[in-house]
């Protein structure tokens, strides 16, 4: 049992139940790992609060009554509130808070069992692509600590890639699971909008976050996505009313018979995705790096090889998701960071003359800037004169953006093409210039808009040795088919198996 902090999820709940292992022996040995904090992956650690929940799997599996991922650590993004540890969501402005309640994602994964290592690490209030913006510090890369992880959710993204957690909790604004578990070689899934609950999580963009599980496999991410969602109807307005479901019984399905009347799955691929733009990364181009669309394009070789059929197909308006994303997104942002005002919870000016002037110093001083930044882009397309202009336009863009997504599933069953167009980048490479990080989004953003299910796994390294991740979308309620997809792939390419030198 040397390496239990290799194992995945699926692993590590069956050796615990099958009591081959004891669950506070699992717990302390990730606890071990996590000393000195590498990569600045963690903003809280309780020992002794893992340590009891430890103790309180190690009961229910010895009195027959353990949950179905008892026993099994996870992590969990510091925009869940909990009670037994802080929630700062990355910002100076809830430095300290700690919440009466945990969030609805947060309570049903220990339901299930899990044991809670710890809060991670991202960027601030999950507005970014970097993991940079944090104001307790940047995440590093385990696999070159030179390199960001990916944002907001890198804390997650890394802990898992460095074997510090088996498993994290991340949530997905405009690409924040995928984005992170690509650039860490590890796999993440959001989920349809609404499959979730919202309740507890420190909302960036209403209509856009979503919570999702970041793991090793698609087979773990299957098992906490079935833990994880469900109807919260009384504390979520925007929760689905669709019963849960057992995300992994369609793993095994072979793709000849995945697809529409158990035909062979049928992938489509928007050929401007895989495009090589000269002088890349410069300009906003919607093409990838050479290296990252040769991995893409050997994973859809692999998955043919197993049956599914890839097509081409077009996507006519996803290349205004990034202008449509950044209203719609800033736009509710500074509604939402509205309460952050000083006056009932979070930081507050320790001098000020009245109560304008605390408002004021308050959020100068709690806020970093690229959330100013965000709050001011959104006020400004709000306000009057420009909301019509501005606003209304994005929405309807949105919808049209969406609505090519179904012209799309008319002709195949998922989509796929790169997460990013290009592996992770330098440290500070791209702090100065807010527009370069923006369009590193580009792939990601337009499934984000349209609310549908969508995932990262990785095929690969791209530019220097760094990982590469596969974007799969779905149409909405078909998570069982991407992680079907997903795992098909891993049963013969074990990418997801490698992992940084640092975690061996």
Known sequence: MDKLHNLGVAELAALLKYKEVSAVEVATRFLARLGGNPHNAFLDINSEVTLAQARESDAKLAAGTAGPLEGVPIAHKDVFVTKDLATTAGSRMLSGYRSPFDATVVARLRQAGMVTLGKLNCDEFAMGSANENSAYGAVSNPWNTAHVPGGSSGGSAAAVAARLTPAATGTDTGGSIRQPAAFCGITGIKPTYGRASRYGMVAYASSLDQAGPMARSAEDCALLLSAMCGPDLDRDSTSLDVATEDFSRDLSRPLARAGKDGGALKIGVPSSWLAIEQGFPSGNVDGCSPKVRDAIKDALHRLEVEGAEVIPIELRNTGLAIPVYYIVACAEASSNLSRFDGVKFGHRAADFADLTDMY?????????????????????????????????????????????????????????????????????????????????????????????????????????????????????????????????????????????GAAA
């Open 360 to 500: 004021k110093k308050t959020r100068a001083q709690g806020f970093g800037q690229e959330v100013k930044r965000r709050i001011m882009t959104g006020s400004y397309v709000l306000s009057h004169g420009y909301y019509d202009a501005y606003y209304l336009q994005a929405q309807k863009i949105r919808r049209m953006i969406a609505d090519d997504f179904q012209g799309a599933f008319a002709q195949c069953d998922v989509i796929a093409g790169p997460v990013a167009p290009t592996t992770a980048w330098k440290l500070g490479d791209k702090a100065d210039d807010p527009v370069a990080s923006y369009l590193a989004d580009i792939f990601t953003l337009p499934a984000s808009l349209a609310g549908l299910p969508c995932m990262s796994l990785p095929v690969g390294l791209g530019e220097g040795g760094m990982p590469v991740g596969l974007q799969l979308i779905g149409n909405y309620l078909q998570e069982a088919k991407l992680l079907n997809v997903a795992h098909q792939y891993q049963l013969k390419i074990k990418h997801h198996e490698q992992q940084p």
